[in-house]
């Protein structure tokens, strides 16, 4: 029922950058409501990445960045660790003819190859 | 520093009601602008917002839960508790709650999970 889309998954070798894109709608990013960023380890509950579309909570890594625009939003990873293999979703909040409420996206797992 | 931590039972029957509850410290709910949500996860799928209790006892369901949730607050005991009735075994789930807090309205932290199995 996630009405943001997130590609299943992505890759890449050590040191390299991959991208996440969480696609939207007017209902819900296109309207102005704020995105963030969860990752999750395996096994571990999801922790906040970034929150307020581009924004890192203390202590998360510099190379941790994100933006919006329109409808969409996207996540980057510049050199990518080791660590960085995990399970990665966007969330927003969504405001609609069938209701409101918060909404993650489908969720994107990234492979350090 | 903020903690949460989720309870309840680990295996329930078709057609029960589920009952949990999220214990927190390090913060009020009755600090203006705070709340509390519950969040699930069926195993190797995405997460899924479930409800949501504000400060002021302001309630927000997902709409295709709604009928099915009821999500409320002991402000003395630091809890808030989720009821889920009519369980199926398409609800087994790791089921988090988590702090809200402005702007934005973005989680953070989740308290550590509790898996729930509805099994006859």
């Known amino acids: 029922q996630s009405v943001l889309t997130q590609p299943p998954s992505v890759s890449g070798a050590p040191g390299q950058r991959v991208t996440i894109s969480c696609t939207g709608s007017?209902?819900?990013?296109?309207?102005?409501?704020?995105v963030h960023w969860y990752q999750q380890l395996p096994g571990t509950a999801p922790k906040l990445l970034i929150y307020?579309?581009?924004n890192r909570p203390s202590g998360v890594p510099d190379r941790f960045s994100g933006s919006k625009s329109g409808t969409s939003a996207s996540l980057a990873i510049t050199g990518l660790q080791a660590e960085d293999e995990a399970d990665y979703y966007c969330q927003s909040y969504d405001s609609s003819l069938s209701g409101s409420g918060y909404v993650f996206g489908t969720g994107t797992k990234v492979t350090v190859l | 520093q903020i903690t949460l931590k989720e309870s309840g039972p680990t295996l329930v029957k078709p057609t029960q009601t589920l009952t949990l509850t999220c214990t927190f410290s390090?913060?009020?709910?009755?600090?203006?602008?705070?709340?509390v949500g519950w969040i699930r996860q069926p195993p190797g799928k995405a997460l899924e917002w479930l409800a949501l209790?504000?400060?002021?006892?302001?309630?927000r369901y997902s709409p295709s839960l709604k009928s099915r949730l009821t999500i409320t607050k002991d402000t003395s005991k630091n809890q808030v508790v989720l009821t889920m009735t009519n369980m199926d075994p398409v609800d087994t789930a790791t089921y988090y709650c988590?702090?809200?807090?402005?702007?934005?309205?973005?989680?953070?932290?989740w308290g550590q999970g509790t898996l729930v199995t509805v099994s006859s």
């Open positions: 209790i504000y400060w002021d006892d302001d309630k």
């Open positions: 390090g913060f009020s709910l009755s600090t203006s602008g705070v709340g």
């Open positions: 988590a702090h809200r807090r402005d702007p934005g309205g973005r989680f953070d932290p």
């Open positions: 007017s209902s819900n990013i296109g309207a102005g409501y704020d």
């Open positions: 307020g579309n581009s």
